[in-house]
């Protein structure tokens, strides 16, 4: 099976559009121009396998949720003149993955996947990106997150480094923006999950985030219940086999 094989039965399943070729850039949005071009089939083909994996993982009725009509697998992806290794586009409901930037690193790829899919979940499911209260309370006293946002560590290797360096964080992007923190917490939870569980046991700040995202999750899509986590659970075990 190509690679083109795989990545149409997967499209089939979730019923979106998955675009590898004849793409059109740039893409127009509020915040600034989406750009990118055309992978080559060898780099599709190295990067799929990846794709069809972690996506797999979702409940086909989360894709309905979060309304994702269209992924754009591509190369030299930026936004607002920034290399991104993804950008969601809420208002053409797609997702663009850059598949070549970065793919020596399989861990961080699919950490990337995770965590810009739940920036669609986030906004989805109450309309807002960068407030939520409640999240705010779980914080520690006195903390606030930076005002330059994501966008401001793009170029820093080190700030998506996991850490117990910020208690209460994974790692220094956590602590950028309360849709940073919310993404990696799920981006780390759907692929190093074992991780996740060590550090929760010994920081009660953290346990509560992991807790409240299972909570909101659950909410937002009831199939992503204790169920959904054991799946998970076992893609992890069975990716550490290789």
């Given amino acids: 099976m190509t690679a083109i094989d795989e990545l149409r039965r997967v499209a089939n399943n979730y019923q979106i559009e998955i675009l590898t070729s004849n793409l059109e850039f740039p893409i127009k949005t509020t915040h600034g121009l989406i750009e990118g071009k055309a992978a080559t089939e060898q780099q599709l083909l190295a990067y799929q396998s990846l ?17 994702l009509k269209r992924v754009v697998l591509c190369d030299e992806l930026s936004f607002a003149g920034q290399r991104r290794n993804a950008v969601p586009d809420f208002g053409h409901d797609t997702l663009y993955l850059d598949i070549v930037r970065g793919v020596e690193n399989s861990l961080y790829m699919r ?40 966008k ?7 700030t998506s480094v ?10 220094h992007y956590s602590t950028m923006g309360v849709e940073e923190d919310k993404a990696e917490i799920f981006a780390h ?28 999750l659950e909410k937002f899509c009831p199939e992503m219940n204790s169920e959904f986590w054991k799946k998970v659970e076992k893609a992890e075990q069975d990716y550490q086999k290789r």
Avoid: C
């Avoid at 560590?153 to 080190?158: F, I, K």
């Avoid at 999950?193 to 985030?209: I, N």
């Fill in 189 to 216: 939870m759907m692929v190093e999950g074992s991780y996740v569980t060590r550090r929760a046991a010994r920081d009660d700040v953290l346990a509560a985030k992991v807790e409240r995202m299972k909570e909101l």
């Fill in 152 to 158: 401001s560590v793009q170029d820093s290797a080190e």
């Fill in 162 to 171: 996991l850490t117990d360096k910020y208690p209460g964080f994974l790692n």
């Fill in 111 to 150: 950490k990337v996947l995770h965590h810009d899919v739940y920036h669609m979940i986030d906004y989805r499911d109450d309309g807002r990106l960068y407030n939520d209260d409640r999240w705010l309370l779980l914080n520690p006293p006195q903390f606030q997150y930076s005002r330059g946002g994501g």
């Fill in 51 to 67: 794709f069809v994996q972690e996506f797999s993982l979702y409940p086909p009725r989360l894709i309905r949720l979060v309304k």
